[in-house]
């Protein structure tokens, strides 16, 4: 029952982690990278569907995205659903592709995104907390139960704790790694 209740929290910290890569990802470092549009949905004959499942994506440069709509007359609608997105970026529409340029990023929007992704990071150390949180107070539950040792609830909670310090560590080197890329020119 301990070991469940660890791979609960195991499973617990490392969806925390996989939400974190994901918010991160969508975080603009002045490069173009073809995840800033996963959030972009397209008006597809009546159903939002996601940009990538009706065009092909990609970039010709470092600053540029080059969207190719699967079908001529989705240009209109990809190129609307560019606009109403909150990416903050012009799309050009030459009548077969629309091309996204990625402007430079000032240092003061360098700086608001560093915040932005310090949030994202306490966050994800604040779920892995309560992971923490919820595995100690099941080790306590049993103990109070007497389905455990004083001694099994303290190793319990010594290995609970391990596995957290490795994830807030996991955390803390995507920060840092994140932060120089928002930084770099």
């Known amino acids: 029952m301990l070991d469940k209740m660890k791979t609960e929290a195991k499973n617990s910290m490392e969806k ?6 994901n918010e991160l990802k969508k975080v603009r470092t002045g490069r173009a ?4 549009l996963d959030g972009v949905k397209v008006n597809y ?3 939002l569907t996601p940009l990538n499942q009706v065009s ?3 970039t010709p440069d470092a600053k540029s995205f080059l969207i190719a709509p699967w079908e001529q007359p989705m240009l209109k609608e990809v190129e609307q659903a560019i606009v109403k997105s909150d990416l903050g970026l012009a799309p050009i529409n030459d009548g077969k592709v629309i091309r996204l340029k990625v402007p430079d990023l000032t240092e003061e929007r360098r700086k608001d995104l560093v915040k932005q992704t310090k949030k994202m990071i306490e966050d994800a150390k604040v779920a892995v907390r309560m992971s923490r949180r919820d595995a100690n107070e099941h080790a306590k539950k049993f103990l109070k139960d007497k389905a455990i040792s004083e ?3 303290k190793r319990a909670q010594d290995e609970i704790q391990k596995m957290t310090d490795q994830y807030i560590e996991r955390i803390d080197k995507m920060a840092a790694e994140k932060e120089k890329e928002i930084m770099t020119i």
């Open 56 to 58: 092909a994506i990609s």
């Open 33 to 36: 990278q073809v995840s800033m």
């Open 45 to 47: 004959y009546g159903q």
């Open 16 to 21: 925390a982690i996989a939400a974190l890569t």
């Open 151 to 153: 001694d099994d609830n």
